[in-house]
C-alpha cells in the first residue's frame, strides 16, 4: 500500500494534508482512539473540522482511494 499512497499524496500534495499513524507508536494513541484506529493498513479521509469522511479496513484499491481524494478536494 506504501507506493500507492506515497504516489498519491505526490498528485494531491497541493490539496490534502497527508498523515501517517504506525500502530507501534504509543506517542500517538491517544489520537488514534479517536479515531478509532485499529490495524494497520487503516485508512481515514478526514475534513478540515476533523469529521471522518470515510474510512477502509484493510488493503484498498488505488483507484478508490483517489476517488475519494477527488471528491473531497473539490
Do not use: C
Not at 29 to 36: A, I, N, P, W, Y
Not at 40 to 45: A, G, K, S, Y
Amino acid at each position: 500500500m506504501a507506493p500507492i499512497v506515497h504516489g498519491l499524496e505526490v498528485e494531491f500534495y497541493d490539496r490534502i494534508e497527508f498523515v501517517y499513524l504506525n500502530i507501534e507508536d504509543s506517542a500517538t494513541d491517544e489520537f488514534k482512539k479517536q479515531l478509532g484506529y485499529r490495524y494497520q493498513p487503516h485508512f481515514f479521509l478526514v475534513d478540515e473540522e476533523g469529521e471522518i469522511l470515510q474510512q477502509w479496513l484493510g488493503p484498498v484499491s488505488e483507484e478508490e482511494l483517489r476517488q475519494a481524494l477527488e471528491q473531497a478536494s473539490s
